[in-house]
C-alpha cells in the first residue's frame, strides 16, 4: 500500500492540521513556567497575609513583584486558552457550535487577561501610600 502524504507532507512531519506539534509545545511551556510562578504567587500571599492594606499594596507595586505578577498573567491566561481550545476541539462536534465556542474562548481570555493586566499595572503605577 502506498503512502498517502504528499512528499513535502513527509520532510515537513506535520501532523493533519500542521500545527498541534507546535500547540502541544506551547501549552507544555506554559505549564513549565506557571510552577514558578504560581510558587511565588503562593509566597506573595503568604507575606502579605496579615498585612495592612497599605503594607499589601506597597509590596505589590513593587516592580519585580508587578512584573511577575504580569507574567503570571500572560502564562497563566495563555496556558487556560490553550487547554480549552483543545476540550472544544475534541468534545464539540457540530461544527457551527465548535466555531462560536472557539471564538468565545479566545474573547473570554482576552478580556480575562486585560482586567488582570489593568489592575496590576494600576496598582503598580499609582502613587505610593506612605
Not at 37 to 51: E, K, P, R, S, W
Not at 93 to 106: A, D, E, F, Q, T
Amino acid at each position: 500500500m502506498s503512502n498517502m502524504q504528499t512528499p513535502m507532507k513527509r520532510v515537513r512531519g506535520s501532523g493533519a492540521a500542521g500545527a498541534g506539534t507546535g500547540h502541544f509545545w506551547i501549552q507544555r511551556l506554559t505549564a513549565v513556567a506557571n510552577v514558578p510562578l504560581v510558587l511565588f504567587l503562593i509566597v506573595l500571599l503568604l507575606t502579605c497575609m496579615g498585612a495592612d492594606y497599605v503594607t499589601a499594596r506597597n509590596s505589590i507595586a513593587n516592580p519585580l513583584v508587578a512584573i511577575t505578577l504580569l507574567l503570571l498573567v500572560l502564562s497563566g491566561v495563555w496556558h487556560m486558552c490553550l487547554g480549552m481550545q483543545l476540550i472544544i476541539e475534541d468534545y464539540v462536534h457540530r461544527p457551527g457550535i465548535k466555531v462560536v465556542m472557539l471564538i468565545l474562548n479566545i474573547l473570554f481570555s482576552a478580556t480575562i487577561a486585560v482586567a488582570c493586566l489593568f489592575a496590576v499595572l494600576k496598582i503598580s503605577f499609582s502613587p505610593q501610600f506612605m
